[in-house]
């Protein structure tokens, strides 16, 4: 026999639809965890104790190192610092602080009375509980810390948080006072020493005083005073600078002056030297010039006007001669004044330099020394200053560095438990374990659940898809809302034949009570009612039941036959649904067990071909037994019938394996007792046709009951092919 070609296992895929699926059908697995944590959460809330939380605000103000800080008069301000609310949290948490508030409030005493029966607690014990009350928590973007404590009593939570405060205000004061005197204690102990500095420094200033004889004057004055004062310097030094420029330029002008001839010295030099002398003489001369010109033109040169006129112009080249001779010497002597006179202010002003230096580096140590002692005591009197600025600060408490802004109220209402947040939480973690247990349960039920997963795992066909709570149609009648169903599968399976031959059909499943008999009952009923001769054999030997659901004797049946004590016409019974005749298994001796697999069998199995149009086999488990895998093998198709989640796939599979290893001819799968109500895909397998049929009006029912058992339907099946 041929078996149908496997097809392509389709990808599976997840779909918001699934996991509603999910949920529908595990909704009494989900509704019962819900239920269950939601009472547990509601009977813990309101069976532990109340406790009551009150909250002391302080605000906390780093430390201002003014003591060993240095000698400055106001304090130095703290940078920011990253640890220090989390290191302020460790402190207040520390033993340091809260062995202050058991001591305090006697909690030992009283926590020993009150929860451990008058015995009295160790500070560790004590503690251990004081911590696990206490709760320490920053002001966001604020120097202020919020001290919270829980307690049974609302007294004691406010009592115990303002306890805590205080303590810690106590331990910052005091560690501020311990610090200031330490530090007062330094600044004395260097204020002593400094005291004997300044007198050995007093004592060294006067030997220097005495021995380079100094007067009082001197003395007090802040230090040596020279012969030439700054703004003498200046002065002489700027007239050095005048005298030296003048020198130049005199002497640049007398040397060039020099460089020159007499008639060249006639035309420059009345403008560089003021002389009227010489501008007279060089007018005169001018003058004299002219007028022989003039005699000349007139009278020849030994006329005696010519004459007398040339010997005063010789007179008075002379004399100009004369006068621009003395006019050199006289800038000459003028020239050397002058490099004279700065030659001797330059060696005055170097002398009472070198003077001045040789008084100042004498005198130098006795006053670098009267610098160094007032120096040292302007710092003694400012740490004088400062030692009693501290010992007042000492004194006075510094509060500013803790103070509490809300002190701790008495609670009215407990904090704990929240019974609205805990119920809460309640419910919605019970709706999270429900929905997350259903869920680890689908995932570790591996049995069929969907027509993809057939089709997927199998790689066969699904030709029927049967609802939940089906009834037996021969009861019903083909009115019956569940006809459909088989219908459906009565049709996918005629159109599955490839042969009109081909019409012995066995129905099996892999494990007990997945439905095969109803399924094969009612699939027979479908086949009458359509006008085929139909007969179904129950061939499960050792638990026959479809004589019970038919209503007939067990007398005498397929065994009868097989060991040859009576004919076909004998053991096939008629049923009240026409066209439909059934065949019960009769009794089967212990000595015949693998009578179905005889030559008997097969010529039975011939001779009914030939008396009706489709024969249907019911068979025990096929996994149980043999018989079903022997039917396999002899009859021409084999349909298998699995249970909606009802046995794991891997069995199923192995019963589709165990077909196919005999030869059996495998034709697809019926999916039985389908929940349609949690099932959604379902419903247009089946539900569509009962939405449709049950909402015409019962002519129109009656005249589609009649056709459907009309021979005309077969027929028309049948021709297709």
């Known amino acids: 026999m041929d078996s149908p070609n496997p097809t392509a296992s389709p990808e599976a895929k997840l779909h918001f639809l699934d996991y509603w699926r999910v949920i529908r059908i595990r909704k009494a697995i989900i509704i019962t965890v819900f239920l269950i944590t939601a009472i547990i ?343 004088y200053t400062k030692i009693e600025a501290e010992k007042l600060e000492a004194v006075i408490p510094k509060t500013t560095m803790v103070r509490v802004t809300d002190p701790a109220e008495i609670p009215t209402t407990p904090v704990k438990p929240n019974k609205p947040v805990n119920i809460a939480l309640g419910l919605v973690f019970g709706l999270v374990m429900g929905i997350g247990l259903a869920f ?10 969907t027509i993809d997963d057939v089709e997927r795992t199998f790689q066969a066909p699904v030709l029927g898809v049967i609802p939940q709570n089906i009834g037996y149609l021969m009861d019903e009648g083909s009115e019956s809302k569940h006809a459909e169903a088989y219908r459906v599968l009565r049709t996918n399976l005629l159109f599955t034949r490839k042969e009109e031959t081909l019409n012995t059909i066995v129905i099996v499943s892999a494990g007990a009570g997945e439905g095969k008999s109803t399924t094969g009952i009612n699939l027979a009923t479908v086949f009458a009612q359509a006008g085929s001769r139909v007969l179904i054999v129950d061939s499960d030997l050792r638990r026959p039941t479809l004589h019970k659901l038919l209503k007939v004797t067990n007398n005498l049946g397929l065994t009868n036959y097989l060991l040859k004590q009576n004919t076909i016409a004998e053991i096939v019974q008629t049923t009240n649904v026409p066209n439909l005749d059934f065949m019960a298994s009769g009794k089967l001796p212990n000595s015949s067990m693998g009578i179905l697999g005889s030559g008997q069998m097969k010529e039975m199995i011939a001779e009914l071909k030939q008396r009706y149009d489709f024969i249907f086999f019911d068979s025990p488990p096929i996994l149980g037994v043999s018989d079903a895998s022997i039917l396999a093998s002899e009859v021409d198709l084999v349909m298998q019938v699995i249970q909606y989640r009802r046995y794991p796939q891997p069995m199923t599979i192995r019963a589709k394996q165990m077909i196919e290893k005999v030869g059996g001819n495998f034709v697809g799968i019926v999916l039985n007792n389908i929940n349609m109500s949690q099932d959604e895909g379902y419903y247009y397998y089946s539900g569509y046709y009962h939405d449709y049929y049950y909402s015409r009006n019962p002519s129109e029912q009656e005249a589609d009951a009649k056709a459907a058992q009309t021979p005309a339907g077969d027929t028309e099946i049948k021709q297709k092919y």
């Open 41 to 383: 959460a509601t009977a813990v809330t309101f069976i532990l104790p109340e406790s009551y939380s009150s909250t002391c605000k302080i605000w906390v103000e780093n430390e201002v190192n003014d003591t060993a800080g240095g000698l400055a008069p106001t304090p130095a301000q703290a940078g920011y610092d990253p640890y220090f609310i989390q290191t302020t949290f460790e402190i207040m948490n520390s033993t340091l602080i809260l062995s202050n508030v058991i001591q305090s409030l006697n909690l030992n005493v009283e926590w020993g009375k009150k929860y451990f029966n008058g015995e009295t607690l160790k500070t560790t014990e004590t503690m251990n509980i004081l911590r696990g009350r206490l709760a320490l928590a920053p002001v966001r973007n604020t120097k202020i810390i919020s001290i919270t404590v829980y307690s049974d009593d609302p007294k004691e939570a406010a009592r115990l948080a303002n306890a805590v405060a205080d303590a810690y205000k106590s331990y910052r004061i005091n560690t501020r006072r311990e610090i200031s005197e330490k530090g007062i204690e330094v600044l004395e102990n260097q204020y002593l020493d400094e005291s004997n500095q300044i007198q050995q420094a007093q004592q060294q200033i006067d030997v220097l005083r005495r021995s380079l004889g100094i007067t009082m004057d001197q003395a007090d004055a802040q230090g040596y005073t020279p012969s030439l004062t700054t703004e003498m310097l200046q002065s002489l030094h700027q007239q050095m600078i005048q005298n030296e420029t003048a020198y130049v330029d005199q002497s640049n002008q007398l040397a060039q002056l020099k460089s020159f001839d007499n008639n060249k010295l006639r035309d420059v030099l009345p403008n560089v030297v003021n002389d009227g002398a010489l501008v007279d003489l060089l007018a005169k001369l001018h003058d004299a010039q002219q007028q022989i010109g003039t005699l000349k033109v007139d009278y020849p040169t030994n006329n005696l006007n010519v004459t007398r006129v040339q010997s005063l112009i010789d007179t008075l080249n002379r004399q100009i001669d004369d006068r621009i001779a003395g006019i050199l010497s006289s800038l000459d002597s003028q020239v050397s004044s002058k490099k004279a006179a700065l030659d001797a202010l330059t060696r005055s002003v170097d002398g009472a330099k070198a003077r001045d230096m040789n008084e100042s580096a004498q005198r130098q140590p006795y006053y670098n020394a009267k610098r160094d002692l007032e120096q040292l005591r302007s710092m003694h009197n400012l740490l």
């Open 440 to 449: 680890f349960i689908e995932y570790l039920d591996t049995s069929v659940k």
